[in-house]
């Protein structure tokens, strides 16, 4: 809400500049989104006046003007205004000088005439079109004639005044008018603010004779109203007008403006009508019928429900109570008798009516955070005697009540020791007080104790909490000490698990991978790739967009958003890892999702980019990968053997390039590259992946470490090279060297792998070096021999193999 | 010619022979022909028998210290000859210095983990637990004990991705808040808990909005827990994780489980307080949300408000990462460009 700091200052002695008085407010009450002058940005716009005017001999529309702007001779300025007169003052731009928009205005020549400036309207010099009276929305401006020639026209049209825009918070309703922001200001300033009240001038007959209200009080707690009678509708005064536009509201006529006035002024939304329109002589306060029809005045007919709430006559709905009035019963030109509604409805159902219609409006904003339900009756008064002063209204003497209660003021205790024990200060029981009075709360202290009273203007103030913040704000927050919380110790440290995945990632960042973060949420295809096990979906009920309405079951589809996120930008060397959660459902009828740590990664291109090496062939591959993985797992220190079994199970896997990992025979993940047409579909070069079940990990038991003494006794080698068929696997060939080792076997390790040209069709060759050692004496080579030879033995007889 | 004028002679002579010698293999030829069996020295040694008895032990002194010095000057010479060799070879595998080195591999952690990994880091040090959540929260946490019931208007404020009518994906982490204070054992000390993780928004991806993004929540409940300390331990977040030239400011804000709710302001990164264009001209720039644990969370969750309090906020790591390094899209953080990704060294 935009509040003037001139309308401001007939409350309150300011002596600080507005942005000062921006920054107090932000500092003490509510966030300021700006401190603007309507006139930023322009310059040179001076009174004028046309003297007289002649037609444009070249154009049918066009005139010439002679405008007094106050310099020694009459300046010409051409015109095509319909309204143009002579004798108005206007809104002249001068030669030089900048107007809405930004635009700079240059003498120049229109159709051979020259033309000294302009003559402008108002939405020329920046005023926003919904905001422009009807009557001045097609043509020129005129201003008052007793603006002085040769004048900024700004102090005229209000547009010098500052206003501050209050982004208000939902608690601080009170904060949406004048009046609020005038007490709130008067607590920081310890000032009283001036605020008037109204005395009403009413002539004998009374309004309850005219009309009578049957309300629903479950609706609208408090629902009042006068009449109004023998207006004459016209224009407000400009005063009013430039309060009004100021406030971001367009002025309409003098019954209407009163009306908007009123809220800016007071924060109470009122609603005038027409009330010779209406039937009969009730107003009734209900909830619509199922299927009701109101044509509100935005035009838009709209399609009412029980959970609506309508002002209606005898047969139909006038008004969307709390929202916006009706058309059929709206004030125009002939009116001359109004009814003004002064009411509180129940802010839920405004909130839910304004949402539902998608009609959010200055009044349903208010309703929603709630109005001063002791401020009804002022309100509808000063809108009765404004009325009367501005349109010539006669008042009907009395309100009428459709619904009412005792407000009370709220009464709340808190403690001086609690004040202090809660701030962390030491204020005396006098500065709390002093807060206390100048807020316009009423204070007795009891020993220790206040018993503060809080008006209805502060309706957000129930507890002892509420007062607390009343004070910390006007005592000041930058007055507060800063301190460390004290008492017991505590131990902070992370938990085993915790450490565990930090380890993780660390690790994953040592062996070259970076940390990705992705989208959770993904689409319903991307999200159910690459599973590691069967799970039912989980979508929103309401997604934003189509890409993001699933949760992920598993980490790579989002790492190859992100590589092909990189390769459309000829990124070609991606080497990601993410750790992050999936969502797992047992079945679809389960409504919330089970949540499990995972770690993924995925390389395209090279690992390591050295550009001395020729980067096809230090692409990574799946050895590459595996020993990331492999080295992973190493430094988790799992016990257990890890194996790689090849696996076809994963249709977004190339089936012939990827193994299921398990530890001790539970399948803990999988590693391989990605299938070409999966590829393909994420528009990404040949890729590596791997994903693991983090949390399995973590609860896998892991090795102590134990000291080994490293053997005085020297260790023997032997190395074999075999000719197997294809699909023997290393595996295989391990398992069976371990079988038939011997007790002295220490270890195997493969150092060559062939396959290809010299070697028999599906044939491969593949040499180890096996290491035998006894750790309490030496070996003899004899004894290494037998142990050798039963291994190589072995190896022909169960695997076919060739010795080589 | 004396024997001893022979000898002396020999020495002169092969001394400048043995200094010319330009390899090792000539220097090697020249000892054995000198030094060797054959040489001169030992026939002049061998001749010491033709002189008289007295004078043997005198001319032998002299015959062998003319072989010791020769031998001397031999050594020397091969030191000089394996030097000269040497400086050669070194010569010759001189190499460009100036060439790159071979490229390891290394990874590095997400610029908005660091700054997680560093939070976390800071209060473990003040004696904070870390505790994380689930990010498909219910409606129960997310909210309602969190003094937002089903109808209250500051639900407006932040859109919420719904699964059903009770479960979400959490919008804050502050449902650990709750979920922590439920479980928490008051006899066993104080709560000092922080919960960092990914939140949810119902937002349109755009350079300041994200649909996904990460808080720090933390919470202290105590006894004697004061707003003074809710300050003073924002302005030590402030100056670990940005420097001691930032401080920090609190103003008035509105969060339904704090009350005095406030927003802290840092100064501004771009100008360091003196007022900008980023800061609107204010110095300052918002970073978080906190206050004191309102009455009714703690009362939701079954311990006794006028017991215990204490103060609650929440940190913005992605708002944090934006102003520390000047990021000026958020969407960076979760496109995972790899010339993005791998800007932020370990101690930016
Ligand atoms: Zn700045």
Redesign the pocket.
Known sequence: MKISYNWLKEYLDIQVSPKDLAEKIERSSVEVDSVTQPSDGLKKLVVGKIESLRDHPDSDHLKICSVDVGEEELSEIVCGAPNVEAGHKVIVALPGSRIGGNVKIKRSKMRGVTSNGMICALDEIGFGKDVIPKEWSDGIYFLPDDAKIGEPVFSYLGMDDHLIDVDVTPNRGDMLSVYGVARDLGAIYAQKPKLNHPSVEEVSSLAADKVKLDVNADLAPIYKMRIVENVKIQPSPLWLQIKLWNAGVRPINNVVDVTNYILLKYGQPLHAFDFNKVSGNTIYARQAYEGEKLTTLDEEERELDAKDIVIADSDKAIALAGVMGGLNSEIDDRTTTVAIESAVFMPTMIRKTAQRHNLHTSASQHFERGVDRGGVDEAVDAAAQMMHELADGDILKGIVTGSSYDVKDEVVQVTLSRVNHVLGTHLKSDQVSAIFKQLGFGVTLDGDTYTVTVPSTRWDIHIAADLLEEVARIYGYDNLPATLPTGPTTLGKLTEKQILIRDSRRLFEALGLNQAISYALTTEEKAGQFMMRKSAETQLSWPMTNDHTTLRMNLISGLLDDVAYNNARYVKDVALYEQGRVFYKDSADEVRPSEHEHIAGAISGQLVVDPLQNAKRNAVNFYQLKGIVEQYLQNLAIEGDIEFVATDRYPEMHPGRTADISIHGHNVGFIGQVHPSVAEAYKINETYVFELNLDALLEMPKKMNQYQPISKYPAITRDVALLVDKNVTNAQILAQINKKGGAYLKSVHLFDVYQGKNLPNGKQSLAYTLTYQNPNATLTDEEVTKAFDKVQNSLVSELGAEIR | MTLRDQLEKIRQEREQNIKDVGDLKKLDALRVELLGKKGPITQALRSMRDLPAEERPQFGQFANRVRDELQTTIERRRDELKQAMLNKELQEEKIDVTLPGKPVAQGQPHVIQQIIDQIEDLFIGMGYQVLTGPEVEEDKYNFEMMNLPKDHPARDMQDTFYITKEILMRTQTSPMQARTLEKHDFSQGPLKMISPGVVYRRDTDDPTHSHQFHQVEGIVIDKHITMADLKGTLQLVAHELFGDRFDIRLRPSYFPFTEPSVEADIT????????????K???W?EVLGAGMVHPNVLKMAGVDPEVFGGFAFGLGPDRFAMLKYGVDDIRNFYLNDVRFLTQFSKKG
Request: glycine share 24%.
């Open positions: 501004c990164f771009n100008c360091g307080g003196k007022g900008c264009a980023v800061c001209y204010t110095g720039i």
